[in-house]
Each structure stands twice: as structure tokens, then as C-alpha cells.
């Protein structure tokens, strides 16, 4: 790839803050720049997390097993991070918006380059942690909004009212 790509990788790519230009340059090694159509699936919740993405161009939507969508995601967010660290299976199905372009590594291949290299190893995962927290940290917010929300459709502020129903009386033989 040309340098020019690699710095702009490394200056707007939240998991490549702080690699070192070099080992930006091993890790494009193992990557792979991929055009998808639009309306395409990457990835499907509930299958194993062997690649991951950082997206490009374009947009992503991210829809739950239930193929609800919770997220869209723009240029330079990354996708199937959160497989990468934790080898669970795929959390969401994450469908095109549009035509757009991926970097793309897979797992096993990150592994074996990570086993060579520890400093980039600690880098990355670090990155991959400040990424995943802030996501957490932005599910929390949204989680807060919707509990607010519920609270004024429903006229209650009883938290424990969310997180714990009234208990339905039940009905014995001599009420029927």
C-alpha cells in the first residue's frame, strides 16, 4: 500500500494510534482491501469471529440476531473487534449501507503476527480495549435514555419497577 494510505491509517484508524509506521506496514501485510455491494451481509451474529474490519468507505449497519438495527457505523470504525478479543461468536450481523470498502484481517493471521511482535500486540489490544470501552460507554448512555423514556411513557419512576415487575397474583382453586 502507499504510504500515503499507511500514515492516514495510522493518524484516523482509532486501533492503529501509536503503532509505529513499521509495524503499520507488517500488519498491511496480513490485510487485504475488499469492495462489498450494497445490501451485502459481512458477517452473521452467532458464527465464529474470524476476521475483522475496519471500514473505509461507505457505511455499515449493525442489526442484532433478531436482524433489529442498533447501530450504523462510518469510516475508520472497525468491526468484529469485539470476537477478535474475546473468541466468541459474532454478537451482531453487520449488513452494507450501500456499496463500501473494508480492510480486512483475519484472526489467524493477526495471531501469528502479534506472537511476533509483543510491543505491537500491547498497542493493538490496548486499542481494541479504548475501542470496545467506548462503546460500552455509549451503550450505557443509550441504555439510561431508554430507561428515562420508559419512565415518562409509563408515568413511573421506580427503577425497581424495570428491573423487577409486580409479581402477578396467582389464582387459587376457590377464585375460579
Sequence with gaps: ??????????KNVPIFFGLKLTQMRRFLEICSLTNVASGEIICSYGEPSK??????????????????????????QTVGEMGIVSRRPRAATVKTIGPVR?????FQRLESLLDSDVELRVRLYRNFM????????????MAARYKKLYEEATGTADAAL???????????DEDQ
Excluded: Y
Excluded at 500500500?1 to 495510522?10: G, P
Excluded at 473494508?102 to 483475519?106: P, Q, S, V
Design 1 to 10: 500500500m502507499a504510504e500515503r494510505l499507511e500514515r492516514e491509517l495510522l
Design 51 to 76: 476476521k475483522c474490519f475496519v471500514l473505509l468507505q461507505g457505511r455499515l449497519d449493525i442489526l442484532t440476531g433478531d436482524g433489529v438495527s442498533v447501530a450504523q457505523l462510518e469510516p475508520v
Design 162 to 172: 424495570i428491573d423487577h415487575p409486580p409479581a402477578v397474583a396467582e389464582s387459587s
Design 102 to 106: 473494508l480492510l480486512e484481517f483475519g
Design 130 to 141: 479504548r475501542v470496545l470501552s467506548s462503546r460500552l460507554s455509549d451503550t450505557n448512555d
